[in-house]
């Protein structure tokens, strides 16, 4: 009995996961999106280069820690303690999970350079763009692709 109850809460687990695709830029835009939407941080950390997924946790973390000053010290702790990364990513978890869903569509991808890419689409009628880096034949959502290097 036990063994059938585990069995059923990874099949759960594996099903409210989000799927992520990471074959093409814009699949991992959407695969962004998706994860934002549900709140997914462990799909985020695979989507995300991470030094670009460091910092939207910060920056979400950062609206939470101006109401919370107890949050505030272990944000302020999020590049030292992994205890203090647990636990900005599960507040970052919730906030995401709380906020009105967001749809995106009419993606164009525009090259940048060597394995850099920009793709521009709709969220929600209003024009965005991420970049993105390919790294062994997966694409990334990487802020500091859109620069130039010299």
Not at 28 to 51: C, F, H, K, P, R
Not at 102 to 128: C, H, L, W, Y
């Amino acid at each position: 009995m036990f063994r059938h109850f585990c069995t059923l809460i990874l099949l759960a687990g594996a099903l409210l996961a989000s799927e992520v695709d990471l074959h093409s830029p814009s699949a991992a835009v959407t695969s962004y999106y998706d994860a934002m939407n549900e709140g997914d941080i462990a799909a985020l950390e695979q989507i995300m280069v991470q030094e670009s997924f460091d910092m939207d946790m910060q920056v979400y973390a950062l609206s939470i820690a101006l109401n919370d000053p107890d949050f505030h010290t272990i944000l302020k702790q999020y590049g030292n303690s992994h205890e203090a990364r647990t636990i900005v990513k599960k507040e970052v978890r919730k906030k995401l999970q709380d906020r009105p869903k967001r749809s995106i569509n009419s993606f164009q991808e525009t090259t940048m350079g060597p394995a850099r890419v920009m793709v521009r689409f709709m969220e929600d009628e209003k024009m965005k763009q991420l970049y993105l880096s390919q790294h062994n034949n997966t694409w990334n959502i990487d802020y500091k692709a859109g620069r130039k290097t010299h």
